[in-house]
């Protein structure tokens, strides 16, 4: 698998195993996205760095279904359906487990957000 191939292969798996409440361990996500462990290192240092990626996706993605809305009342509606459609990688973008170390902001250079390592 390519180098970009790979690290869109770990972030896939480790936003899997957040949505099914697993742990992202290095193991698991290996598992999950059928990589050697090993490769793993090549692309992230921890969890934690995976973790921050998913954060970064998910924040992506939540401003997509957002900036696409017709209104700024469609936008909110947009912002709750998808934290209520993900709530476990809402959870892991606002860092409702842990409020250290790492942060993860949207695009627009808004202040940095806590998630959960």
Do not use: K, N, W
Not at 50 to 69: K, S, T
Not at 86 to 108: E, K, Q
Not at 109 to 116: E, K, L, N
Request: hydrophobic share 45%; aromatic share 6%; glycine share 6%.
């Amino acid at each position: 698998m390519s180098r970009p191939g790979c690290r869109q292969a770990i972030v896939a798996a480790a936003t899997a195993l957040v949505d099914r409440d697993h742990a992202v361990t290095l193991r698991a996500v290996s598992r999950e996205a059928d990589v050697p462990t090993s490769s793993i290192y090549l692309h992230f240092p921890d969890p934690p760095a995976i973790l921050l990626a998913v954060c970064h996706a998910a924040f992506r993605e939540l401003e997509a279904v957002v900036l696409d809305a017709p209104g700024a009342y469609a936008a909110g509606l947009a912002y709750l359906d998808f934290a209520v459609a993900h709530p476990r990688r809402y959870r892991v973008m606002f860092g409702a487990a842990d409020l250290s170390r790492r942060h993860c902001g949207c695009s627009h250079g808004s202040s940095p957000t806590p998630i959960a390592p």
